[in-house]
């Protein structure tokens, strides 16, 4: 078997998982009415008048925050707390399979939240004439996001068998990765720092890759960047699964 | 114990190695300038002139972007607008490299940023009816000793925003002010006072005032009409009713545009502003044509204009003063409006009125290697009438019927790329004179020309351009533009001059989106109010008419005592006023219920359907599976 089969066969195992608990329909049902009562009902997206889904877009890293930590926090921990991770770990598959096969599962799991939120692009179709193409750059940039995520909270995961700590690791660390970048906290930096300090900073947080793809421009950078986050979470995973196989 | 923790160490380290190649990565990626701009109107790409300009820099360019972005209460629309801005100079910045520096400024009230900002020339736009709070949105420019401002970025000028900086830029970094040729068979330099040894000195003629609004941008060089060749040093050329041109004059035209200049012709079937045609009249001599055209010339680039026809539309008609004095319908005297323009053209897009006292237009079609672009144009329910007809007043509805070419005419247009010579023969010869076999004569162009054609020279007379102030200072006089005529020429002499970086910039589209559904419904909304507050004010009237005149019949008769009849008949009135009022207003309330529903329903189909379908298909699947592992 190929390791791509591997992956897959993990990647299947664990989406399943997800639909035979309530925390993939939990989950969903949260996401979904939480995205669409940010957008219209606290940015009123339809009084503003406005064909654009900057509304709906600019919540998904805060919607992301709290909610993927929570769907990731048991990937790891749960198998370590039931057993079965040593079980996963000694099957003829290497450590990285079972590690991308659990993200892909994750991540694709986002894209179909994602997926689910098509009332809110027909809504501004339907009443407008909404520039499309900047919507899909938008959908783009919020599924390289919501990856980015996913794996911090995979690697958050890995490191313990508590559940609420691996929540709590992973929302600080994506705190610090939106707060880097985000405009009150840049301004602040500015006022004391010279400006090169205050862009380096900035450049390292997920609001200032994800911004541009909100607007409908997608830069190799950003994708780079994204790309960049998933692939060092991911070998952070192993490492410490590596080194906690003894335990 | 040991191998784990040098494993630990290994892992850690070989973490660290992959984050510094990470960081390495991003940081190679952040410097590569590959992106793709999937926006419809590829709102945050530059243009080639653009790019062309920043790229070609030579010196060092400080943008100072100000924006009140603290300030509270700016609409949405306007900090999206700014931010747009804001990100369009940021790409400037990119592409400018090392030349191009960009500051952003906040000037909040009572700062040094916000006198800065006054100083540079910006103007803030009031918030609120009193003019407390202010917002700033406006952009300093500045090279060596020249500077610039654009004092405020109006939303409805977005379009421009690009061309707009663009220009600016060049306007500072060019090393002079762009030069530009007028040839013109009107005295529309003035003329010097004549000297009149005998009485009194004869006042001169003052120059048009169309050339005092060009000056302020460029320096006019005003040719003669005999020229037999264009200046090199200049490289746009305003020509005005061509009318009588010599060969040899019209032959200079012709190397100029394949030489790659920028000709913009205004002829005229029938120019009012031609004096000497009333002057030949008072003479006795029978009026003669007043009209130009330069179809020697454009006949060879495969467009041609009927000197005996103007357009007739009767969309566009005027009330001007016919014979007589009687106010008078003309047709042929067209007031033009955004219908007739091209708005993805930059000469014309943006404005709103021009009046054309008879123009003619222009047929056929461009040659092999033109582009032709239409920037004014007639209504599809114009035709073409006898020039001479139209002055006399002829084409009142109620006169000769025209028919209608079935087609919008074009009045105004533009031709690009590579012209060929109307000359084949070479520089024309006189009769007797030798063969001058050592003038080269271009016979194709060298360089891709522009030639613009306007079928109208009246629209620049000051009796139709601007209006006259009367300041009362020793007789000074000001004015003011009556429309967008002399705009039009300025438009087109800034959009075909100084270099090519400008010609190609397009008007760019807009980041603005409204719902057009509800403002169509809004606007239905308000038509169908219209009609009721209509009918109902009227009904309040009637019975306010009603109540007075009651008062009145009281007064006259009994000064003091109200019959018991006549006091409930007002109390009836009063009554009904208030009933009607009452109704007023929930009509106007009513208008915005289809709406306010409209939002309420997308709102809860927003928030609730797609959950709601999840939870169901989750409590179905469980129960299926419930059932499935009880039985």
């Not at chain 1, 501004?124 to 996913?150: M, Q, T």
């Not at chain 2, 060092?60 to 369009?88: C, E, H, M, N, W």
């Not at chain 2, 092999?368 to 239409?374: H, I, N, P, Q, R």
């Not at chain 2, 009637?542 to 008062?551: G, H």
């Amino acid at each position: 078997m190929s390791s791509f089969s591997f992956v897959r066969s993990v990647t299947r195992r664990e989406w399943q998982s997800y639909f035979n608990s309530p925390v993939a329909y939990v989950f969903l049902v949260i996401f979904l009415s939480l995205a669409g009562f940010f957008t219209f009902q606290v940015r009123r997206l339809f009084d503003e008048g406005q064909a654009d889904l900057q509304a709906f877009f600019t919540w998904h890293p805060w919607l992301y925050l709290i909610l993927v930590p929570a769907a990731t926090m048991r990937a790891w921990a749960e198998e370590r707390r039931s057993g079965t991770m040593e079980l996963l770990l000694t099957l003829p598959i290497r450590p990285m399979h079972a590690i991308a096969g659990k993200f892909l599962a994750a991540w694709l799991f986002m894209g179909l939240a994602l997926l689910l939120t098509f009332p809110v692009p027909l809504t501004v179709w339907y009443l407008g004439d909404p520039d499309l193409g900047a919507i899909a750059a938008g959908y783009v940039g919020s599924f390289l996001l919501a990856g980015a995520y996913v794996a911090v909270g995979q690697f958050t995961s890995s490191l313990t068998r508590n559940q609420v700590i691996s929540f709590i690791l992973a929302v600080v660390i994506g705190l610090f990765l939106i707060l880097a970048g985000w405009p009150p906290v840049t301004e602040m930096l500015a006022s004391w720092a010279p400006v090169r300090f205050v862009e380096a900073v900035a450049s390292f947080s997920f609001m200032y890759h994800y911004e541009w793809m909100q607007r409908g421009v997608i830069h190799v950078r950003d994708i780079v960047y994204f790309g960049s986050i998933v692939v060092f979470m991911l070998l952070a995973t192993q490492v410490v699964l590596e080194n906690r196989k003894g335990k | 114990m040991k191998k784990t923790t040098s494993k630990l160490t290994a892992g850690a380290a070989g973490l660290l190695l992959v984050a510094g190649i990470a960081v390495a990565v991003n940081l190679i990626a952040a410097r590569t300038p590959v992106r793709a701009d999937l926006t419809r109107e590829k709102l945050y790409t530059l243009s080639d002139g653009t790019r062309k300009l920043l790229g070609g820099l030579d010196r060092d360019v400080t943008l100072k972007f100000y924006f009140s972005r603290s300030q509270p209460g700016t609409p949405s629309y306007l900090k999206q607008y700014a931010q747009r801005i804001q990100d369009l100079l940021r790409e400037y910045e990119r592409l400018g490299g090392s030349h191009v520096t960009l500051e952003l400024l906040d000037p909040k009230p009572d700062s040094d940023e916000e006198e800065w900002a006054q100083r540079s020339g910006l103007q803030a736009q009031a918030l609120d009816p009193y003019g407390l709070a202010q917002v700033y949105l406006g952009l300093h420019l500045q090279s060596g000793a020249r500077e610039q401002a654009v004092p405020f970025f109006a939303p409805q000028e977005e379009e421009r925003l690009e061309y707009t900086i663009t220009r600016a830029i060049l306007d500072i970094t060019e090393a002079k002010k762009p030069k530009v040729g007028l040839l013109s068979t009107l005295p529309v330099m003035g003329a010097p006072p004549m000297m009149n040894p005998f009485g009194p000195r004869q006042g001169g003629e003052e120059p048009w005032a169309f050339v005092g609004e060009l000056r302020n941008q460029f320096e006019i060089e005003s040719l003669s009409q005999t020229i037999a060749e264009i200046p090199t040093n200049i490289d746009t050329l305003v020509v005005l009713h061509p009318k009588g041109l010599s060969d040899d004059t019209l032959f200079a035209l012709d190397q100029f545009v394949l030489r790659g200049g920028r000709l913009i012709a205004f002829v005229d079937p029938q120019c009012v502003s031609d004096q000497s045609q009333q002057q030949g009249m008072m003479m006795g001599m029978p009026p003669g044509p007043g009209s130009s055209d330069l179809n020697r010339l454009t006949k060879a680039w495969g467009i041609e204009m009927d000197p005996a026809m103007v357009v007739s539309d009767g969309t566009a008609a005027t009330m001007i003063r016919g014979m007589g004095g009687r106010p008078q319908r003309s047709t042929s005297w067209l007031s033009l409006r955004g219908a007739n323009m091209d708005r993805s053209q930059l000469a014309v897009g943006t404005l709103d009125f021009v009046m054309l006292p008879f123009a003619g237009a222009f047929k056929g079609k461009p040659a092999d290697g033109l582009k032709m672009d239409t920037l004014i144009k007639s209504s599809e329910s114009a035709a073409e009438m006898p020039g001479m007809e139209a002055t006399m007043g002829n084409d009142s509805p109620f006169g000769p019927k025209v028919t209608p070419a079935g087609a919008a005419l074009p009045m105004a247009i533009r031709l690009t790329g590579t012209f060929k010579t109307a000359f084949p023969e070479g520089k024309p010869r006189g009769e007797g004179e030798p063969v001058v076999t050592n003038v080269v004569a271009l016979k194709e162009g060298t360089k891709p020309g522009v030639v613009v054609l306007v079928g109208d020279v009246d629209l620049l007379a000051d009796p139709f351009a601007v209006r006259r102030i009367d300041l009362g200072m020793m007789g000074y006089q000001a004015y003011e533009l009556a429309n967008d005529n002399i705009v039009l020429l300025n438009n087109l002499i800034e959009q075909n001059s100084g270099s090519d970086i400008l010609i190609g910039l397009r008007s760019r589209g807009t980041s603005r989106r409204p719902f057009d559904r509800v403002v169509a419904m809004e606007e239905a909304a308000a038509q169908q109010w219209r009609a009721e507050e209509e009918r109902l004010q009227e009904q309040l009237n009637d019975v306010r008419t009603k109540l007075s005149e009651l008062q009145r019949t009281k007064n006259k008769e009994q000064q003091l005592v109200l019959s018991p009849e006549q006091r409930r008949e007002i109390d009836k009135f009063r009554e009904q006023q208030v009933e009607v009022s009452k109704r007023l207003k929930e009509v106007r309330k009513n208008l915005r219920q289809d709406i306010e529903s409209l939002g309420l329903k997308l709102k809860i189909l927003n928030i609730a359907a797609v959950p709601f379908a999840v939870a169901l298909f989750g409590l179905l699947l469980g129960g299926i599976r419930r059932g499935r592992s009880a039985s």
